[in-house]
């Protein structure tokens, strides 16, 4: 195990990563300041990269490690922190009792004030998140700090084993963005803080209700996460029981209770959304477009789509 112990922090715009990476490339462009980092060969191979504007970190990393690292930092003055691993897993540890193991596909989000912290890194892994990191500043202005009155469950003292919570799909499609966009800027910036916003109140919406990521809601956003992946294939309900380790009944029955829709229902409204975005910005035939998400005979595509849409592609194309 390799092991960095970080100064005192504050408002660090750094990632707990930058010790073991050497900057390449840093820029200050409209009020956004950019640096990209690569890690250093003894430790991983990969990037991090950091942008801090308007009282905002965002930080992502996308590596893979060759050793098992971590990293310990004091955090001296308040901010708040959501975190989104997209691929690996975590072991954190807050004072001398809590510890978090955090898993790929989950997210927390934590208001931290006097705060001492290790994060393990396990290494022969493929390693992606997200890192946000709020500032007092922005949490007065958008007055978030109505959300910390005790049993709101996001301080740092109300952190337990069940703390993350699975990424919901809008959640995966908003970190996809982020993660893909190209531009420079002031535009940038102004997408990554609407992405932030965006993301910030999908916490907040599913603060009271949202799954414990316990092993069984785990499971069901994996499947959740299959289906997503391509919307070409044609799961049946043995395949995605298998893959997961879930029986067929209880993987009907609590898909259904998590997410308010069947297997069948979820998979199809998601070939629908596709076939609108192609409808609309492109201009493949009706034939290509059922083809490409999944069905070999267009008139049935056009019946399930206006079984769903409530018109037919053809209409809806020409609206």
């Given at each position: 195990?390799?092991?960095?112990?970080?100064?005192?922090?504050?408002?660090?715009?750094?990632?707990?990563?930058?010790?073991?990476?050497?900057?390449?490339?840093?820029?200050?462009n409209n009020g956004l300041i950019k640096k990209e980092y690569t890690f250093l060969p003894d430790f991983g191979t990969g990037k991090l990269v950091a942008y801090w504007f308007d009282g905002l970190v965002v930080c992502m990393v996308d590596a893979c490690l060759k050793r098992d690292l971590k990293s310990a930092c004091h955090v001296t003055s308040p901010r708040l922190d959501l975190s989104y691993l997209i691929e690996g897993e975590q072991i954190i540890e807050v004072g001398e009792k809590q510890v978090l193991v955090f898993e790929s596909q989950e997210s927390y989000m934590v208001y931290l004030t006097n705060t001492k912290a290790t994060i393990q890194y396990n290494c022969n892994k493929c390693f992606r998140e997200v890192r946000i990191r709020i500032s007092p500043d922005f949490v007065k202005h958008y007055r978030l700090q109505e959300l910390y009155p005790p049993g709101k469950g996001i301080m740092i003292e109300d952190l337990h084993p069940n703390s993350t919570k699975p990424m919901c799909p809008k959640t995966r499609n908003i970190l996809a963005e982020m993660i893909q966009d190209k531009q420079h800027g002031l535009i940038k910036r102004l997408f990554l803080k609407s992405k932030v916003l965006e993301l910030l109140t999908l916490q907040l919406c599913t603060l009271k209700d949202a799954p414990q990521a316990n092993a069984l809601s785990k499971k069901l956003y994996e499947v959740a996460a299959l289906i997503e992946k391509d919307v070409t294939k044609i799961f049946t309900i043995k395949e995605l029981s298998k893959q997961v380790g879930i029986n067929d009944y209880t993987l009907k029955k609590e898909f259904k209770r998590l997410f308010g829709t069947t297997i069948n229902e979820y998979s199809t409204d998601l070939k629908m959304k596709e076939a609108k975005t192609l409808l609309t910005m492109s201009n493949k035939t009706i034939t290509e477009i059922s083809e490409l998400i999944g069905y070999k005979n267009p008139t049935h595509f056009t019946a399930a789509f206006k079984r769903v849409v409530g018109v037919t592609?053809?209409?809806y194309r020409n609206t």
């Amino acid at each position: 195990m390799y092991g960095v112990e970080n100064e005192k922090v504050g408002f660090n715009p750094y990632c707990l990563l930058c010790p073991y990476t050497q900057i390449k490339n840093k820029e200050n462009n409209n009020g956004l300041i950019k640096k990209e980092y690569t890690f250093l060969p003894d430790f991983g191979t990969g990037k991090l990269v950091a942008y801090w504007f308007d009282g905002l970190v965002v930080c992502m990393v996308d590596a893979c490690l060759k050793r098992d690292l971590k990293s310990a930092c004091h955090v001296t003055s308040p901010r708040l922190d959501l975190s989104y691993l997209i691929e690996g897993e975590q072991i954190i540890e807050v004072g001398e009792k809590q510890v978090l193991v955090f898993e790929s596909q989950e997210s927390y989000m934590v208001y931290l004030t006097n705060t001492k912290a290790t994060i393990q890194y396990n290494c022969n892994k493929c390693f992606r998140e997200v890192r946000i990191r709020i500032s007092p500043d922005f949490v007065k202005h958008y007055r978030l700090q109505e959300l910390y009155p005790p049993g709101k469950g996001i301080m740092i003292e109300d952190l337990h084993p069940n703390s993350t919570k699975p990424m919901c799909p809008k959640t995966r499609n908003i970190l996809a963005e982020m993660i893909q966009d190209k531009q420079h800027g002031l535009i940038k910036r102004l997408f990554l803080k609407s992405k932030v916003l965006e993301l910030l109140t999908l916490q907040l919406c599913t603060l009271k209700d949202a799954p414990q990521a316990n092993a069984l809601s785990k499971k069901l956003y994996e499947v959740a996460a299959l289906i997503e992946k391509d919307v070409t294939k044609i799961f049946t309900i043995k395949e995605l029981s298998k893959q997961v380790g879930i029986n067929d009944y209880t993987l009907k029955k609590e898909f259904k209770r998590l997410f308010g829709t069947t297997i069948n229902e979820y998979s199809t409204d998601l070939k629908m959304k596709e076939a609108k975005t192609l409808l609309t910005m492109s201009n493949k035939t009706i034939t290509e477009i059922s083809e490409l998400i999944g069905y070999k005979n267009p008139t049935h595509f056009t019946a399930a789509f206006k079984r769903v849409v409530g018109v037919t592609p053809k209409v809806y194309r020409n609206t």
